[in-house]
RNA sequence: GCCGAAGUGGCGGAAUUGGUAGACGCGCUGGACUCAAAAUCCAGUUUGGCUCAAACCAAGUGCCGGUUCGAGUCCGGCCUUCGGUACCA
């Protein structure tokens, strides 16, 4: 009889939800498992398959782990939030509200016909008051810890549309995707939270974490903490002192210039008369560079000259200062000594604008007198440095600062390339900030008990100047928390990041209104054990969700200090080698396969592609031989229909007391099970899938020889196998053997006979010098003489040792036997 | 440029971490069943050589070299593809 996977995965849909098989207790803490995969972002109505990727098999996994007996809380929910909902709502017309609740409706039926076991009531969405209220509270927690704080910052501006743009909302050349005008720079007063006071442990914690090396790297990079020296300039005729960041002290004597980012205070105080109009010009345009346009190294570098001039503190020595756009105003202290002998960036603008290299480090197996060709940037001896002479660099870095030290005109520094988060967004659709503007008070945040602050929802979003709730009278309109009198409400919105940096807390009781959690359910159940999302949140989700995690630590409402203790990443699916978007029109549809197929066949066929974590080109060439096997093994379970009626179950049979038969399905379904144990563990869907097409050909051959009590013992534990990885089917298949509890709603899971996995024989192959020549099966476990024996007695072995000299023999028991001869 | 991953049959991909390369699946070839087809089942399938066939021999995991009794796996030097990153002083 054909598979009916319709009506049995539309029965079993129905039934885990009537009976609730997937609500997890939370007050039940056996061995708890808590799995997440990163909640999905409702822009359209569709699940792609790139989300059944990330979902199933990750789903497959935890449904392994409830088997086991651990307590597994799996929920899923909606980071509803965001651009996308914003700018089709600009485009179409439809409020962000009604087309995320649509959407989000959708998806919620398509996440149930994947089979997952989603425990449904702990779902949540982030874009309603019960949510974004906590995102609230949270930033009035890190303002009253000074930890969020306001400052200018610039912003892409589209003069066009008049409008602040995302990063992403810019095209590489610096024009807007929508308007295509030049993007500009404009500077806003906005809010960061202050990650970089974390900086430190955020890096540390790394060491704690099975995270995916990759990842870390990553982080760490982004980070990127450096240890250098900081070092003043006087400036020849002014009192200002210019101090710069450096990790390479050691060629202080070798700076011909300094460098000033355009940004920097100082450049208007100091430019001479003569240039200023040179500088302000320059400045101007760098002003219409895009972040992207500015940084990229491909651009040749470009300054002027201020007129100034600085005293290099070590040799008295008067250099120019320039103002140029390859230094940035964000990172050290914005200026930088200019040593063009051993800096490649120093290096092509020195030669540029024709400024003298002189070369105080001295590579190894060169001459003082030969021309540099380009920047030496590695480590040498010191040269052309007064008393320093001699010195290699690792001692000259130290020497040169502590006489920096001495002097009072330097000190050693530890940098951070992180910087603090901006969570403003001149957005609609998002949390609004609580804080109001008062004509007496000032900046003052909104009342905890006067929390949400609630996003309107009549407002014009289309692009008209600022933010969208600047135009709101009945939003923007307030009274002062204080004082009663007049204000303004903060116009911005929150990043969405803030939403999915602490959702984790949320799931256990997303209902919760006496807190931002509920506490004493994530004592127990956070850190999440295993976390599956994308690799492309390394620096961004992953880095601010453990800044929140631990800043929630130092308010006491957690005690551990890391939100997620295990992370994977699946990899991408892609189709004709290029990533699935629309505009490519290459996107496949799960659908597709579904009705033909089923969900449990196309999860399955997804987890047997290849590699979990590299992911792979979409193909539906296999898709048949996932189905053939599903096919294949409810005619089996049908051909033995309540057989767990007839016979009772066992839990070990004697070996020796079975048949050819059952012996080849007894050990084959052991190994299977142990094997499996460890495949689907470790998020190897692919070989997990083989080795069960593996053991179902051995059972497909033997069955049919084997007692009713041998054909139960190897059925129960095959569908028990198959149950994480194909749902649906294994439950029927459960019930068709005669089982009549759900095997979810009751775990089962078997122990492997040890026995089972020794075999009697091995057959061991012979080589002769490193050549395969034959093969020959012995006991296991045998020592080498009486191999060597057998070795010896072999036709074909003798054909290639007579007539020679034995020189080594080397025997790996029951792995391999080679002979040397010469 | 730098960092990371990958490169194995016609195709997707396995390989106990140094021990029989090609598991499992797709496709293909032949056979059985059928009036026939589909479905299903059985057998075969790295390439080349020699064979009616089996047996056998040789080559073979991106390229060149090395270590080892033995290398897809380790080492040195390249090539290609895909991710990430972008002047951090």
Redesign the pocket.
């Known amino acids: 009889m ?1 598979y009916p996977f319709s009506e049995v995965e539309d029965k079993w849909v129905k039934r885990w939800e009537e009976r609730k098989i997937h609500k997890t207790n939370l007050d039940d803490l056996k061995k708890k498992i808590y799995t997440l995969v990163m909640f999905s972002y409702p822009s359209g109505s569709k699940l792609h398959c790139g989300h059944w990727y990330n979902y199933g098999p990750t789903d497959s996994w935890a449904r392994f782990k409830k088997l086991q007996g651990f307590s597994v809380f799996e929920p899923m929910g909606y980071d509803a939030f965001g651009l996308p909902a914003e700018n089709n709502a600009i485009k179409t017309g439809v409020h962000p509200y009604d087309s995320t609740m649509n959407n989000i409706k959708d998806i919620r039926e398509m996440l149930k016909r994947m089979g997952c076991m989603y425990d449904w009531d702990s779902e949540l969405m982030t874009c309603v008051p019960e949510y974004y209220k906590w995102n609230q509270w949270l930033f009035l927690q890190l303002y009253k810890r000074g930890l969020a704080y306001k400052k200018e910052a610039p912003v892409n501006w589209d003069p066009v549309d008049q409008t602040v743009l995302a990063n992403e909302q810019v095209l590489p050349d610096g024009t807007a995707e929508r308007s295509g005008a030049k993007v500009e720079k404009r500077m806003l007063s906005q809010w960061f939270f202050k990650i970089t006071d974390y900086a430190e442990e955020l890096l540390d914690g790394l060491d704690k974490i099975d995270w995916p ?2 990842t870390k ?2 982080q760490k ?2 980070i ?1 903490k ?1 240890f ?2 900081e070092a003043q300039f006087k400036i020849d005729g002014h009192k200002d002192i210019i101090t ?5 002290p050691d060629t202080l004597f070798g700076v011909t210039y300094v ?1 000033l ?1 355009p940004e920097n205070p100082l450049v208007q105080k100091l430019v001479t008369e003569d240039n200023k109009a040179a500088i302000d010009e320059y400045i101007d345009t760098v002003k219409h560079f895009s ?1 992207i346009e ?9 300054g002027v000259f201020t007129g100034a001039y600085a005293i290099n503190p070590v040799n008295n020595q008067r250099v120019p200062i320039w103002v ?16 063009p002998a051993h ?4 290096f ?2 020195a030669k540029k604008y024709d400024l003298p290299i002189i070369k105080v480090i001295l590579q190894d197996g060169t001459n003082e007198e030969d021309e540099l060709t380009a920047a030496f940037t590695e480590a040498g001896t010191m040269i052309n440095s007064g008393q320093f002479n001699g010195l290699n660099s690792d001692d000259g870095i130290d020497k040169i600062t502590d006489y920096l030290i001495e002097k009072e005109i330097g000190d050693r520094k530890v ?3 992180l ?1 603090d988060w901006l969570i403003s967004r001149q957005r609609y659709w998002g949390t609004p900030i609580p804080v109001v503007y008062c004509e007496h008070c000032g900046e003052v945040p909104v009342n905890e008990e006067d929390l949400p602050v609630i996003l309107p929802y009549d407002v014009e979003f289309k692009p008209n100047g600022g933010s969208p709730l600047l135009k709101c009278e009945d939003f923007i309109n307030t009274t002062c928390p204080k004082c009663g009198g007049k204000a303004k409400r903060e116009p911005d919105t929150m990043d969405t990041f803030v939403d999915s940096s602490w959702y984790y807390f949320r799931y256990l009781n997303p209902k919760y209104d006496k807190g931002m959690f509920d506490v004493e359910l994530a004592k127990k159940w956070v850190p999440v054990d295993m976390y599956v999302g994308g ?2 949140h ?2 961004m989700h992953l880095l601010y969700a453990r800044f929140i995690h631990k800043f929630i630590r130092d308010i006491g409402m957690i005690n551990c200090d890391e939100p997620f203790t295990k992370l994977i990443h699946q990899g ?1 699916i ?1 189709n004709q ?3 699935m978007s629309k505009s490519k029109g290459n996107v496949v549809n799960p659908d597709d396969f579904i009705s033909v197929y089923g969900a449990d066949v196309f999860r399955m066929y997804l987890m ?4 979990y ?5 979409w ?1 539906d ?9 599903v ?2 093994i409810y ?1 089996i379970c049908e051909n033995h229909k309540d057989l767990a009626s007839e016979v009772s179950s066992v839990e070990k049979l004697e070996i020796s007391k079975l048949n050819d038969a059952e012996k080849n399905v007894y050990r084959k379904i052991n190994q299977s099970l142990s094997k499996y144990e460890k ?1 689907i563990d470790n998020f ?1 869907f ?2 997990t ?6 053991a ?2 051995i059972i ?2 033997n069955i049919n020889g084997c007692s009713k009590e041998v054909q139960l013992y190897v059925l129960e534990r095959f569908i028990a196998m198959v149950s994480p990885v194909g749902p649906h089917l294994g439950e029927e298949c459960w019930e068709i053997l005669g089982f009549d509890k759900s095997i979810f709603e009751e775990p089962k899971w078997f122990i492997v006979d040890e026995a089972a996995l020794i075999a009697d024989s ?4 012979i ?1 002769i ?7 020959i099966e012995v006991a296991i476990d045998c020592e080498e003489s009486e191999v060597k024996a057998i070795v010896h007695a072999d036709e ?1 072995v003798k ?2 040792t007579d007539g020679m000299t034995i ?2 023999e ?1 025997y ?1 028991k029951n ?2 036997y ?3 001869v010469k």
């Open positions: 054909k090396e990759k790297t990553m990079n982004w990127g450096s250098g020296t710069v960041f450096t990790t390479r460098v980012a972040e500015r940084t990229s190294t491909v651009k040749e570098k470009t140029a756009d390859y230094v940035l105003a964000s990172y050290g202290t914005g200026c930088v000594m200019a040593v800096d490649e960036r120093d092509d603008f940098n951070y390339r910087r690799a492309e390394a620096t991408t892609t080698g290029a990533k047997f592609m290849g590699q974590d590299l992911g792979g080109d193909s060439k296999g898709i048949v031989g996932v189905e053939r096997f096919q294949r005619t495949e190897r692919n070989t899938i083989a080795l069960l097409m593996e179902l050909n497909h051959d091995v057959i061991i192959p080589q010098n490193g050549k395969l020549r034959a093969k074909k054909s290639y020189v080594k080397i790996v792995k391999i080679n002979i040397v």
